[in-house]
């Protein structure tokens, strides 16, 4: 997810939550996030603030606040204000390149794992020595993909036949020795973002809208015409002359209204010139003007990397996009960015802007490539193919630095595939990666992952100063000082580590893609930290490389942390601000001082003496237990070096005498030296926590050379303990009166939840002030094994006043109560806030978490108690979708070819493709879940994983990856294809059978709703209903949960299947009725699982027929001789001219022996019908009319008739038999009258003008007259329909071809039209191409070419020549 702040300089939508920014203030509605990948998505600039308790700072060297303190007591003018808008001073970059102008970055490459690059935006074409700035742009995640395996040749014309369908005029001049042109083509929609599609989608609409008027307006004429012309309309044909001109009037009306752009189609061509591969695009869809857009006219592209050139689709959307060519011509990427923020990112980083050298980035010299990791197909969110990805073409192209301002909660720390990758490229190939921390704040342990969690990646916290918040935030009165915004995310991590490592300016106005219509706009966030950071050190890299001294990640980091200035005067704010904000200047003098000192990495472990697990990075005290008497920690500092480290000059010669100093030695206590070498030395401390009084403490222990103590702490052991106060009133209420509040104020309280709390209801009063104040109020608690529990929520006050919310707990765990005002909020009112917060502790404690109902008549006890007060137990229940098990029905196991996919390592990455089939009888929204892989992208061993559902036409309905999202299915079968990737092939063997969950959500009125008993006998005699009751503490009650009513039970749910909803047991004090009745708008509610039983045995299953029958044995066996010998024709093959000559003898001996056996002819013409014959289509109709009216011969109607004339007896079985027998019957004339009607009609088109000499009517084989005795011509269509409309509805999606090929051959376009469409839409499967085909020729014969266009595209929708790429 991306970590931006998109502040509102101009109106853009928020960018995608992914990202690490916070955005547009007045948009922004705080809630509970949910289990996906969400970082909070705040516009905010907030601050970190005061803290509980004052303590000495336990930074070494020269950390005091003096360059902090002068950016305080200014005032802006013209040139201070552009430079507060992409700020330098802030990390002394500005004093650096002015001192040093030569290394403002030149030299260094940095690489973004972002949203995407536009090459195109302001400031991003050349360094500030005139060299190209973007060196690569890629689309690591495949979004951008389109399949070009499909090769043409060039006809006579110079043509080629593109994969839309298109005929495209080839350029002469483009040199192709192979004469091989590889073509596909993308919904150009797909390579958009949101916001400029739908800029485009209400361009497109108004243009649209203004042709269909014209041509309402004439419909509306024409039957205005006809109206005066017949004043009574009696004859039939009048009637439905009106009744077609006012079809067209309504179908233009309602098209109107059901529009729905999918976006044009652009067509792509790829060659090789015997140079490189080239690319031309088709853009004519795009454009008003039919003489634009044209392919012969595209300049053509290569690969970004060799010539740097762009192309834009058109002036209407201004979307810049670049090519490559990959795995021999057959994929084409077409990258686009898919938000703004990537650019802003690369914009903060390096921008050169030679005529306002203000408005440069931090290192204006750096080069860059671009990776995009965010995918356009899932709104932003990086995939972990786009991360591998991003990681091989950093080492490729030799990069210095990676930024990468993405991320999300975490389960583990320092764990997962990335994290070894990203562990791999910074040990082995020196890269320096940078990431922003998150946007969780401002509670503690809310660091995000990768920046905040992994020990290799150097993670950045967001800091504003007076100047930016003057200048870009143009707030009234800036604050004093600078500080953390609100809500960058703090450490500690949930294994100790400090989280965040620096900070740097959280806030910029810098370049955006082309797109968005302007040069730049102000965004705020981690997102603008990280590459704040990064052009920090692209300027140290820059005179490093310069002056020859080795660049190394580890001392790199060390220089930055070690001379950072400290953001508040608190230790336990390091756990905002890390080491502080980072001075570029001092951390060069750092780095100069030191270039001949080892590059060493101090890896420290730490395990609680005893234990050989967990281990640790710091001690981290949180509850209430660990507070409570001293601990012994063992420690293990480990030097690593670089992989291509020497065994001789640097590990061997490796040793260093550490002295260790403690921040508290009343609290930490350890020895005073230890001897370093390359082999590592363990030690043990001692943490006593027992004299501390409740809050949060921090401490540190760090370790200091002996013999160069200038170098500061070789490494740091953060020591963080929340000593959390008790809850010893009853009822368990806890209240903070009076707590003053300033903008940018952080109030932290840490309590220890009571045993058998489940929620608490909360209250914050505030008074004593008169402008606006927005609060953040976060609640957090962790659990082992799982990511932060958190709760968080924004309290704006108009005026003072008093707001309550609830939210749920775990009992027996410590919470973080953290209360702040935004940084920003009261700024210009010198009024103190004055807060009240109260919590009141409420919890029914359950004899079981998770409740699963078996599946048997039974139901489940459950026990309730109220351990802390009296509750009212008022249970409810309920379940709402169902999830079924499939397996795969197909896998495959294959290697990735491109060079993309092979691995530093030089092993290839291997995909394994699994392939599910699921049915839905009816329309329903649905969830695909696969619990092994779902909800981690960064803290998982596996790779990525993305999938697919498609019908049987290959329309795409749906897709996901990570963080699977439901969607609505119309009713139909549907394949889902799973995509799975990793270099281990043992890993994708066993997951070759991976068992994969479909949720289907039910709809309101199926929910099933279940009831409660005092009685175990409560379900099956229907007494002892349970209502509600009052819990006394210490006295238990025993309820029964009734399992669901069979009828209830949805349809078609097969054994196996889960029934899931929610329980819960009390509610809100003051909640409504209806809060009470739904467990899941409750504070608190549990999963509930009904396990679907074996379904009821059909009782009519097994019973025979009453009667063999009156027929012999010899009878019988010819019968079965003779439906073997059909069943043997159906099965027949017939691809080939021999197998159909094959075929056509046995159909001819079959129907010798038997022929007028009604399924035998019905089984040829069946036949018949699945040949094709495209070289004599007149002659293969024909033999379709001979066939059918073999059928229609074979069959005696005035018997069929006469059958359905009569009502049955349904208990007399032989007479549903004969019932059956002759429905099927019927079945079969009407199939063989509407193939002979499609026949008869397509002979009509096919002769056209010799129709006048020799008519399509009079084709039939039998030699029916096609005159009557009177000499009239007879029309074989008309009496072949009207004898079909005697048996069937014609009006039906089965039969209403026919209905509309005949209000065709009428001349009533635009009652064929009608009827197609309702065919359409009545047809309850997926759709079929030869009706959608049939209505182009429709839209086309009445010439309303702006619907016929849209339906063309919609054809690339519904009916797509293959399934995308992956």
């Known amino acids: 997810m991306q970590n931006p702040t998109l502040m509102k300089l101009t109106v853009l939508p928020c960018p995608p939550p992914s990202l690490y920014t916070t955005a547009f203030l007045s948009l922004i509605i705080r809630r509970a996030p949910s289990t996906g990948r969400r970082a909070r998505k705040s516009e905010w600039s907030g601050g970190s603030g005061c803290r509980v308790r004052a303590m000495p700072c336990s930074s070494l060297g020269d950390t005091s606040g003096d360059d902090n303190a002068r950016l305080r007591n200014f005032k802006l003018n013209e040139s201070t204000f552009l430079a507060s808008l992409m700020p330098k001073k802030e990390i002394a970059a500005d004093r650096f390149i002015e001192a040093h102008p030569a290394y403002d970055g030149r030299g260094v490459l940095i690489a973004i794992f972002d949203s995407g690059v536009d090459p195109a935006a302001a400031g991003l074409q050349v360094t500030s020595d005139g060299k190209p700035k973007i060196l690569d742009v890629l689309d690591c995640t495949g979004s951008g993909d389109v399949d070009t395996s499909k090769v043409v040749k060039v006809d006579e014309g110079g043509c080629i036949r593109g994969a839309s369908g298109a005929s495209l005029v080839v350029n002469s001049s483009w040199k192709n020795p192979s004469g091989e042109w590889h073509v596909g083509y993308k919904l150009v929609y797909e390579l958009f973002t949101n916001t400029l599609t739908s800029r485009l989608k209400k361009e497109r609409k108004k243009k649209w809208d203004e042709k269909n008027k014209e041509e309402i307006a004439k419909a509306v004429k024409l039957l205005d015409e006809f109206d005066q012309k017949h004043t009574k309309v009696e004859d039939a044909n009048l009637k439905r002359a009106r009744e077609d001109l006012q079809n067209r009037v309504d179908i233009l009306q309602k098209q109107a209204e059901s529009f729905d752009d999918k976006g044009p189609v652009i067509d792509a061509v790829v060659w090789h010139d015997g140079e490189v591969w080239r690319v031309a695009l088709d853009t004519q869809s795009l454009e008003d003007d039919p003489d634009c857009g044209k392919l012969a006219n595209f300049v053509p592209l290569t690969n970004y990397r060799i010539e740097r050139k762009f192309g834009v689709f058109s002036k209407l959307d201004a979307c810049t996009f670049v090519v490559n060519v990959y795995d021999e011509g057959k994929i084409l990427s077409i990258v686009t960015d898919c938000s703004p923020h990537g650019t ?32 356009s197909r899932l709104g932003s969110m990086e995939t972990g193919t786009g991360l591998t990805r991003a990681l091989i073409a950093a080492v490729e192209h030799k990069c210095d630095l990676i930024n990468m301002s993405y991320g999300e909660p975490a389960l583990l720390p320092d764990y997962g595939r990335f994290v070894d990758l990203v562990n791999e490229v910074v040990n082995k190939h020196r890269l320096i990666f940078v990431s922003s921390a998150g946007n969780s704040g401002p509670a503690l342990s809310t660091v995000g992952a990768p920046g905040g969690t992994t020990s290799s990646i150097i993670g950045v916290g ?164 660990a507070c409570q008497h001293c601990t012994e920690w063992t420690v293990q500092v480990e030097p690593k070096f670089h992989e291509d480290a020497s065994n001789l000059e640097e590990l061997v010669l490796f040793e260093e005498c550490i002295e260790l100093h403690s921040s ?131 309290a704006t006050f108009s005026s003072p006043g008093a707001k309550s919310f609830a939210f749920p707990v775990v009992g027996g765990r410590t919470m973080e109560l953290a209360i702040a005002q935004f940084w920003s909020s009261g700024i210009g009112s010198h009024e103190t806030t004055i807060v009240e917060f109260e919590a009141l502790f409420h919890g029914i404690n359950i004899n079981r978490g998770e409740v699963l109902l078996d599946g048997s008549e039974a139901p489940t006890r459950i026990d309730a108690e109220a351990l802390l007060a009296s509750e009212k137990l008022v249970p409810a229940a309920l379940l709402n979708k169902i999830r079924t098990p499939y397996r795969p029905i197909e896998s495959k196991l294959s290697a990735l070819a491109t060079n993309r996919d092979k691995l530093p390592s030089g092993e290839h990455i291997l995909a394994l493709t699994l392939i599910y089939k699921f049915k839905l009888e009816d329309a329903a929204e649905i969830k695909p879940q696969i619990p092994l ?66 949720d289907r959500k039910f709809d309101e009125k199926d929910i099933i709703r279940l009831s409660f008993f005092s009685q175990p006998d409560g379900p099956v005699t229907g007494s002892g209903s349970f209502k509600s009751s009052v819990l006394v503490p210490g006295i238990q009650e025993a309820i029964y949960l009734g399992p669901p009513s069979k009828d209830k039970l949805p349809k078609n749910s097969s054994q196996g299947s889960v029934l899931l909803g929610a329980i819960s047991y009390g509610k809100l004090s003051n909640g409504g009725q209806e809060v009470g009745k739904n467990p899941q708008k409750n504070p608190v509610s549990y999963q509930l699982s009904y396990i679907v039983p074996p379904t009821k045995l059909d009782e009519d299953k097994g019973k025979g027929s009453s009667s063999t029958g009156t027929k012999t044995v010899s009878e019988r066996l010819e019968e079965e001789v003779r439906d073997v010998k059909i069943k043997i024709l159906s099965t027949l093959k017939q691809d080939s001219d021999e197998e159909r000559l094959e075929w056509k003898k046995f159909a001819s001996s079959l129907k010798s022996e038997y022929p007028k056996h009604t399924p035998l002819l019905a089984k040829v013409l069946e036949g018949l019908l699945s040949q094709s014959n495209d070289s004599d289509k007149i002659r293969h109709d024909e033999e379709v009319i001979d066939a059918a009216n073999e059928v229609i011969g074979s069959i ?34 009407a199939e063989a009258l509407y193939q002979k009607g499609l026949a008869l009609a397509d002979i009509q088109s096919l002769e056209g003008e010799k129709a006048s000499s020799k008519d399509a009517k009079d084709v039939d084989k039998n030699h029916d007259q096609s005159q009557s005795d009177s000499g009239v011509q007879r029309d074989l269509f008309e009496e072949n329909f009207k004898e079909l409309q005697r048996w069937v509805d014609v009006n039906s999606s089965k039969y209403g071809t026919l209905l509309v090929l005949r209000e065709r051959r009428s001349g009533r376009l635009g009652t064929a039209l009608k009827a197609l469409n309702d065919m359409i839409q009545d047809d309850g499967e997926p759709p079929k191409k030869k009706l959608y085909e049939l209505k182009l020729s429709l839209l086309d014969e009445i010439g309303w070419s702006h619907l016929a266009t849209y339906e063309r595209q919609w054809m690339h929708v519904r009916f797509p020549a293959s399934l995308p790429l992956f």
């Open 1196 to 1229: 005696d109607k005035d018997e069929l008739a006469k059958a359905f004339s009569l009502k049955s007896d349904p208990e007399d079985e032989e007479a549903e038999k004969i019932k059956k027998k002759m429905e099927t019957t019927r079945d079969q004339l």
């Open 933 to 998: 892989l779902n909800n981690r992208v960064y803290d998982t061993k596996f790779e990525s994983q993305f999938y697919m559902i498609s019908d049987k036409n290959k329309r795409i309905y749906a897709i996901g990856d990570v963080y699977p999202k439901s969607s609505k299915l119309p009713k139909g079968e549907y394949n889902l294809q799973l995509y799975l990737r990793h270099d281990n092939v043992q890993y994708l063997e066993k997951l070759k059978q991976l068992v994969l969950f479909i």
């Open 664 to 794: 508290e030695k009343a609290v930490l206590r350890a020895p005073d030296y230890l001897l370093l070498t390359h082999n590592g030395r363990s030690f043990n401390i001692v943490v006593d926590p027992t004299n501390l009084r409740d809050g949060l403490h921090y401490f540190e222990l760090f370790g200091v050379d002996c013999k160069a103590p200038w170098r500061g702490p070789l490494f740091r052991i953060p020591i963080t303990i929340t000593k959390p106060m008790a809850v010893v009133n009853r009822p368990p209420l806890v209240s903070f009166s009076r707590m003053p509040f300033q903008p940018g104020h952080i109030e932290r309280r840490y309590i220890e939840v009571p045993l058998g709390a489940s929620w608490v209801e909360a209250m914050i009063q505030t008074s004593g002030f008169d402008t606006t104040r927005r609060f953040f109020v976060d609640a957090v608690q962790i659990c082992p094994l799982q990511r932060p529990k958190k709760w968080e929520s924004v």
């Open 462 to 625: 967001a800091y504003v100063s007076p100047a930016m918040a003057a200048g870009a935030h143009c707030v009234v009165e800036p604050p004093s000082e600078g500080l953390e915004y609100t809500w960058s995310s703090r450490g500690p991590t949930t294994d100790g580590d400090l989280g965040v490592c620096v900070s740097a300016p959280g806030g910029a106005v810098a370049p955006v893609p082309t797109w968005t219509l302007q040069r730049r706009m102000l965004m705020n966030g981690t997102s603008m930290a990280s590459p704040s950071a990064c052009g920090g050190i692209a300027l140290l890299l820059s005179a490093m490389k310069v002056e020859c001294i080795p660049v190394s990640p580890y001392s790199l980091r060390k220089a930055l942390e070690n001379t950072a200035v400290p953001v508040g005067g608190l230790p336990e704010d390091k756990l905002t601000t890390g080491q502080g904000l980072m001075q570029v200047d001092k951390a060069y003098e750092y780095i100069q001082k030191s270039r001949n000192v080892p590059c060493v990495w101090y890896q420290v472990k730490i395990n609680q003496s005893g234990k050989s697990s967990p281990t640790s990075r710091g001690i981290y005290l949180r509850e209430a237990s």
């Open 344 to 375: 802003h990112v690369a914009g903060i980083a390096t921008a050169f802007h030679p005529k306002e050298s203000l408005l440069n980035g931090v290192a204006p010299g750096a080069q860059l490539i671009s990776c995009k990791i965010g995918d």
